[in-house]
């Protein structure tokens, strides 16, 4: 052991030859006899969290002879077996163990005072340098783990008492730990006026006492504030500058975390291929740590850009098992983030209940904990939950909440962010105007924070309502913006997605050329970076382009390679509007019975995925067939249920909205409620075969 290299990649590889004999020899020895030399020994693994979970019971058999060890030995191999224990996520023993050393050193003050005589009862006991030091050392510890239990009211109370006592007995190494701990539970809560403060005071203390690490960490710190206030390029460059100074010093922890989060920045700027390979990295270093958490954050990352990019059993397998890790180590609320990505992808109902059960005991707990943050997220995500299960009037009450506690908390950042979805779920309303407002106000608030992406997102749900309202000229302006943010930010799927809809507007205005290129620079950039869902969503809207310009087969060409993709993609309604659309081709070409073949294909697809809008559009196409053929009889019965179908709220507004050349006609269908004796109706329609 003492003859490693002092390179720490050189000594892994070193020790990992021999770290099983080490440990066999050890074992033996700790079991015949007390040695100093053996706690020494123990003492150098701490250098390597690789192996704590056999050297914990080494450990704990070397504190079988305690009779025979100095009190400031036990406690200082206590303190060694308490940071193994935290490392590895087991929070209830590690501070079971610093409760015994606290048991200890009040032994040891009890001993003093009747040494010196001092009556107990009069609370004017001398206690030395020594144990004060042991005493901060305990709150410092228990201040540490309750922080990572988000427990952040006693955590700042810990690290208040403990930094006094460093502070009384000039110790400024612990008194610049506890600054550093006091500055990270205020950026969690969003104080970063006074986070930056503890940081500054935390490092220029290290930087006192030459401690490289700690600088680092502190710097570090702050660069995270950066990022929080999404100033992401600055964040970036100074992430950077950490982590080749984590790796200088031989810090692997503090390098992988710097990974981390520079992977986190990547995926937010949409930058997927290297936010892939920097969490990927991040993990394979978490895990040779031994360190279950940080590897567990990273596969849930890896494991959203993979939902993004449409890899989803990738993600899939990845979410879970970040899901499970979370909750092996008691991090529910971990695990719960995790849900809403594994709904979208299984679609499976019971997880959402699952999650809004847990979210539901976790604001509890953080309510009866004081921890109004972490409450009011609780609440922002359960909203989320009520959205995407459709449930808009509960999602609206919690999103309200969590907005007024975000207020109360001077949270900027969480109220923007909850006006911004009470705007979507406005527009999923058909609530526009509402909706328009909300995201207004969101957008501007994301401004003054300096959060482009957040405005970019809001610039981009403005054009989609301005688009619906067929107000294209301000969608087109909209969109503009949005796109030209989410390039400078380096969001390619953002982008993409802007030009995409830009695309379907040009379509709508009829300016068919325009909108051809638009979808097909889109369709490139999907592709470019991996997402080949909305590549097949522009090929269906390219395809619709090359019907309205009379371009049937390559219409034909684009709709089977949209059809293809979406059947790799599991996505059954995609294929099947697909395969609608290729039954409406067809009969445009006078193949009818080719296309009632498709069309009947396609309904009885449709209805099994639950689509009343699908049906009912399978239904008119087939119904135009008959007539064509003057099968009235089978026309009618087709527009009839057809009608009947769509006379149902938002799908009846739906389809009149796509039907725009076929108004005249089909308010006549839809005004017959009984076909039979709807002989004038009939007959009007009859007269409009072009339509």
């Not at 702050?222 to 010093?249: G, V």
């Not at 008959?626 to 099968?631: F, K």
């Not at 005249?664 to 409009?688: F, H, I, P, V």
Request: glycine share 8%.
């Amino acid at each position: 052991m003492d003859n490693l290299s002092q390179n720490s990649t050189v000594a892994n590889i070193q020790l990992a030859l021999h770290v099983a004999n080490i440990f066999k020899i050890l074992d033996i020895q700790i079991e015949k006899s007390f040695e100093k030399s053996h706690m020494n020994l123990l003492h150098q693994f701490k250098n390597y969290p690789q192996y704590f979970s056999g050297l914990v019971l080494l450990v704990e058999k070397y504190l079988k002879w305690q009779a025979q060890m100095s009190l400031s030995d036990q406690i200082e191999l206590m303190f060694i077996q308490e940071d193994m224990f935290s490392f590895m996520g087991e929070n209830e023993r590690a501070i079971e163990i610093i409760e015994c050393v606290e048991k200890l050193y009040k032994h040891q003050i009890s001993e003093e005072a009747s040494n010196l005589g001092v009556i107990k009862t009069t609370g004017s006991i001398s206690v030395s340098d020594t144990i004060k030091q042991t005493q901060a050392e305990c709150y410092k510890r228990l201040g540490k783990i309750f922080y990572y239990q988000r427990k952040y009211t006693q955590s700042q109370w810990n690290m208040q008492q403990a930094r006094h006592l460093y502070q009384s007995i000039r110790d400024i190494r612990g008194a610049a730990q506890c600054w550093k701990t006091l500055g990270q539970i205020s950026q969690i809560q969003n104080q970063y006026e006074d986070a930056i403060i503890m940081f500054q005071q935390a490092k220029e203390q290290f930087e006192r006492i030459g401690n490289r690490l700690g600088v680092t960490q502190c710097l570090k710190s702050l660069r995270d504030i950066s990022l929080m206030l999404n100033q992401y390029e600055e964040a970036k460059f100074m992430l950077q500058q950490a982590k080749e100074q984590f790796e200088e010093i031989g810090s692997r922890l503090g390098a992988a975390q710097c990974l981390k989060s520079l992977g986190h920045i990547s995926g937010m700027l949409k930058q997927y291929d290297d936010a892939k390979d920097m969490l990927q990295q991040a993990k394979e270093q978490f895990e040779s740590l031994g360190n279950r958490l940080g590897a567990a954050q990273c596969l849930k990352s890896l494991g959203e850009i993979g939902q993004m990019l449409d890899q989803y059993q990738d993600a899939k397998v990845m979410l879970e098992q970040a899901k499970e890790q979370c909750e092996g180590l008691g991090n529910t609320l971990g695990a719960v983030q995790c849900l809403p990505s594994l709904r979208e992808i299984s679609n499976r109902q019971d997880q959402y209940d699952e999650a809004k059960d847990m979210l539901q005991q976790s604001k509890e707990q953080f309510e009866g904990t004081g921890n109004r943050l972490e409450a009011a997220q609780c609440l922002q995500i359960l909203g989320n939950i009520c959205r995407m299960l459709s449930q808009y009037e509960e999602a609206k009450i919690m999103l309200e909440q969590a907005k007024g506690q975000f207020e109360g908390l001077r949270d900027r950042l969480g109220v923007a962010q909850c006006l911004q979805h009470l705007g979507d779920i406005s527009q999923l309303q058909d609530q526009y105007e509402e909706a328009k407002v909300m995201q207004e106000q969101a957008k501007e608030q994301f401004e003054e924070l300096g959060d482009r992406l957040g405005a970019a997102q809001c610039f981009q749900s403005l054009g989609n309502i301005y688009g619906i309202l067929s107000q294209y000229e301000e969608a087109k302006v909209m969109l503009e913006q949005a796109k030209e943010q989410f390039e400078e930010l380096g969001d390619r799927l953002g982008a993409a997605q802007c030009l995409q809809r830009l695309g379907d507007i040009s379509q709508l205005q009829g300016q068919y050329e325009e909108a051809k290129v638009m979808q097909e620079q889109a369709k490139e950039q999907f592709e470019g970076i991996g997402s080949r869902l909305g590549a097949a969503q522009c090929l269906q809207s390219l395809a619709s382009i090359c019907q309205m310009l009379s371009q049937y087969e390559e219409a034909n060409v684009k709709l089977e390679q949209a059809k293809e993709q979406f059947e790799g993609l599991g996505d059954r309604l995609g294929a099947d509007q697909c395969l609608l659309r290729l039954g409406d081709i067809n009969q445009l070409q006078d193949q009818y019975e080719e296309a009632k073949v498709m069309l009947e294909q396609a309904k009885e697809q449709v209805e099994g995925l639950g689509s009343r809008l699908g049906a009912a559009q399978s239904l008119q196409s087939l119904g135009s067939i008959c007539q064509m053929l003057s099968q009235y009889d089978a026309w009618a019965t087709y527009a009839r249920c057809s009608a009947n179908m769509t006379k149902q709220g938002s799908c009846w507004r739906k389809l009149k909205s796509n039907l725009r050349g076929l108004e005249t006609g089909w308010e006549l269908l839809s005004a017959c409620d009984t076909w039979e004796t709807s002989a004038n109706c009939r007959t009007s329609m009859r007269e409009q075969r072009s339509c």
